[in-house]
Nanobody, 122 residues
Framework: QVQLVESGGGLVQPEGSLRLSCAASGSIFRIYAMAWYRQAPGKQRELVAVITSGGSTNYADSVKGRFTISRDNAKNTVYLQMSSLKPEDTAVYYC????????????????WGKGTLVTVSS
């Protein structure tokens, strides 16, 4: 059974920094793209950043220049370094990954973590 577990959320002041981590565990064969999404109260879930297995990245316009996504393939972990945080960054942040397992074989499936809350407030 695959699990994606996020950590690192919390309360931070505006202009502060925070680093989120997401570790994938289970009978994983290969992880393809990994991503961070967020959902603010009353809003739809949106893509924040994505990183391919080769390290290519893409960001939402709202976080470009402030957030950095990275991954450690040996640890099956993806990170999100967030800087210059704004109150509008307040949301539950979700980890997402496309991966194959002993059950899926060669066909990747998409998995979600349960989320970690980031609150930006003074």
């Amino acid at each position: 059974q695959v699990q994606l577990v996020e950590s690192g959320g919390g309360l931070v002041q505006p202009e502060g920094s925070l680093r989120l981590s997401c570790a994938a565990s289970g009978s994983i064969f290969r992880i393809y793209a990994m991503a961070w999404y967020r959902q603010a109260p009353g809003k739809q879930r949106e893509l924040v950043a994505v990183i391919t297995s080769g390290g290519s990245t893409n960001y939402a316009d709202s976080v470009k220049g402030r957030f950095t996504i990275s991954r450690d393939n040996a640890k099956n972990t993806v990170y999100l370094q967030m800087s210059s945080l704004k109150p509008e960054d307040t949301a539950v942040y979700y980890c997402n990954a496309d991966l194959t397992t002993a059950v899926t074989g060669n066909f990747p499936m998409n998995y979600w973590g349960k989320g970690t809350l980031v609150t930006v407030s003074s």
